[in-house]
């Protein structure tokens, strides 16, 4: 769902072809389980069904953030080469240049977005000149992993050598993709998945520690990936949008056992700082609670996954409370025409309105994402009314010292 997933696998050929959901516009088209039987009793289809919620309620308008804004996680750029999910050379695909984002984040008050997806060599430099070097102070770029040189011998060397060359170029991070996980292979495309803790990068990771340049990770999916898709399934919806993003069956690793991985590389690296993206698991907050608790070099962004914190506003609100240190704002932010394929994500002034409108107010079941069928799921969300000093740190301050850089003045 992290939808730089839609575009790892949108050129994947092999995906592309594998019938693996059936359209959201036909839950009935007969091929359905048993267990979705019962949905063909309804002669509408489920794309037409948009039901207007009748509660009365408040809405209170939205005017700006309470304080200014670093989004952490956005994605302004990505690999021009992707085979099999995999970025396999340094090119990269613009999805906007700074004239066309500030006016937004102006209004917005969105004062840094973070590009998490700059690339590497040639290409993370033409993304850093693109957007850091263009606007200063507005923009800042992450590096990538080479992956289209994995199966170079000396790889674990290359990949940690090429970390100190992206700090010295002006990345201020290592993003990694799911593409860790679920997408590379030992032959990059083909053979066996390569665990999140394979120990070919050890020295990648040791070395985003000796430059102390933050990794952003994300791992795994929400579980409904990893369900059959039928009427049972949370995200039928979604999938059947984007049925590439189910990881059910074949010789995909279970949720479970991807964050267990990326756990042992935190324990392994504890010089290391890893933001967990998308709140690391967003659906079971107990569990992050425990990985932050045990894990003192991470912190979480809730990018993406706001539809999951606020369908739980009040475990959400406790989770806040307690690890108000930890949580940085960002939102997975791509901007149109890209970011029209995931609503949740579309870079607009609607979108910092429902972040802004969930962390803030006390509004009940709105719309998580700007769109006329909530995207991820039919559901709807509660807002948690933080207080000014938790969201002083949310906005701004937490990931202020992710990267570096000064807090608000008081
Ligand atoms: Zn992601
Ligand atoms: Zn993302």
């Given at each position: 769902?992290?939808?730089?997933?839609?575009?790892?696998?949108?050129?994947?050929?092999?995906?592309?072809?594998?019938?693996?959901?059936?359209?959201?516009?036909?839950?009935?088209?007969?091929?359905?389980?048993?267990?979705?039987?019962?949905?063909?009793?309804?002669?509408?289809?489920?794309?037409?069904?948009?039901?207007?919620?009748?509660?009365?309620?408040?809405?209170?308008?939205?005017?700006?953030?309470?304080?200014?804004?670093?989004?952490?996680?956005?994605?302004?750029?990505?690999?021009?080469?992707?085979?099999?999910?995999?970025?396999?050379?340094?090119?990269?695909?613009?999805?906007?240049?700074?004239?066309?984002?500030?006016?937004?984040?102006?209004?917005?008050?969105?004062?840094?977005?973070?590009?998490?997806?700059?690339?590497?060599?040639?290409?993370?430099?033409?993304?850093?000149?693109?957007?850091?070097?263009?606007?200063?102070?507005?923009?800042?770029?992450?590096?990538?992993?080479?992956?289209?040189?994995?199966?170079?011998?000396?790889?674990?060397?290359?990949?940690?050598?090429?970390?100190?060359?992206?700090?010295?170029?002006?990345?201020?991070?290592?993003?990694?993709?799911?593409?860790?996980?679920?997408?590379?292979?030992?032959?990059?495309?083909?053979?066996?998945?390569?665990?999140?803790?394979?120990?070919?990068?050890?020295?990648?990771?040791?070395?985003?520690?000796?430059?102390?340049?933050?990794?952003?990770?994300?791992?795994?999916?929400?579980?409904?990936?990893?369900?059959?898709?039928?009427?049972?399934?949370?995200?039928?919806?979604?999938?059947?949008?984007?049925?590439?993003?189910?990881?059910?069956?074949?010789?995909?690793?279970?949720?479970?056992?991807?964050?267990?991985?990326?756990d042992r590389v935190i324990a392994r690296h504890p010089?290391?700082?890893?933001?967990?993206?998308?709140?690391?698991?967003?659906?079971?907050?107990?569990?992050?609670?425990?990985?932050?608790?045990r894990f003192?070099?991470?912190?979480?962004?809730?990018?993406?996954?706001?539809?999951?914190?606020?369908?739980?506003?009040?475990?959400?609100?406790?989770?806040?409370?307690?690890?108000?240190?930890?949580?940085?704002?960002?939102?997975?932010?791509?901007?149109?025409?890209?970011?029209?394929?995931?609503?949740?994500?579309?870079?607009?002034?609607?979108?910092?309105?429902?972040?802004?409108?969930?962390?803030?107010?006390?509004?009940?079941?709105?719309?998580?994402?700007?769109?006329?069928?909530?995207?991820?799921?039919?559901?709807?969300?509660?807002?948690?009314?933080?207080?000014?000093?938790?969201?002083?740190?949310?906005?701004?301050?937490?990931?202020?010292?992710?990267?570096?850089?000064?807090?608000?003045?008081?």
């Open positions: 769902m992290c939808t730089c997933d839609y575009l790892l696998r949108s050129t994947c050929a092999e995906h592309a072809g594998a019938a693996v959901v059936h359209a959201a516009a036909t839950p009935d088209a007969g091929a359905a389980p048993a267990r979705a039987a019962a949905a063909t009793a309804a002669s509408l289809p489920l794309a037409q069904f948009r039901p207007r919620s009748m509660l009365h309620t408040a809405r209170t308008e939205i005017r700006g953030p309470r304080y200014p804004v670093i989004d952490l996680h956005t994605h302004l750029s990505w690999s021009a080469q992707v085979r099999s999910g995999v970025a396999t050379g340094e090119s990269r695909r613009f999805f906007a240049a700074p004239q066309d984002l500030l006016p937004v984040m102006d209004a917005m008050q969105v004062r840094l977005m973070v590009n998490l997806t700059g690339g590497s060599g040639h290409g993370l430099a033409d993304t850093l000149q693109r957007f850091d070097r263009a606007a200063p102070g507005r923009f800042l770029s992450l590096a990538e992993p080479s992956y289209g040189e994995w199966l170079r011998a000396d790889y674990p060397r290359y990949q940690a050598d090429a970390i100190g060359q992206a700090k010295a170029a002006g990345a201020v991070g290592l993003k990694i993709l799911k593409t860790l996980g679920l997408y590379l292979r030992e032959g990059i495309d083909a053979g066996a998945l390569v665990r999140v803790d394979d120990p070919r990068f050890d020295p990648m990771w040791e070395a985003c520690a000796a430059h102390d340049l933050p990794v952003f990770i994300h791992t795994s999916d929400p579980e409904a990936f990893f369900e059959p898709v039928d009427g049972e399934n949370e995200r039928y919806d979604e999938l059947g949008a984007h049925p590439d993003w189910s990881f059910h069956g074949r010789d995909f690793p279970s949720n479970a056992e991807l964050l267990a991985a990326r010089k290391t700082r890893f933001v967990l993206l998308h709140v690391s698991n967003a659906e079971k907050l107990d569990a992050v609670a425990a990985t932050l608790q003192p070099n991470t912190c979480v962004d809730i990018a993406a996954r706001i539809g999951e914190l606020g369908r739980q506003p009040r475990a959400a609100r406790r989770f806040f409370d307690r690890h108000q240190d930890r949580i940085c704002f960002g939102t997975d932010a791509i901007p149109p025409p890209a970011g029209e394929e995931t609503p949740q994500q579309v870079f607009c002034r609607a979108l910092y309105e429902i972040y802004y409108r969930f962390l803030e107010t006390e509004d009940e079941y709105f719309d998580y994402a700007p769109a006329p069928v909530p995207p991820q799921g039919r559901w709807r969300i509660y807002g948690l009314g933080l207080p000014d000093a938790v969201l002083r740190k949310v906005y701004h301050d937490n990931a202020a010292r992710v990267l570096g850089l000064a807090p608000l003045p008081t």
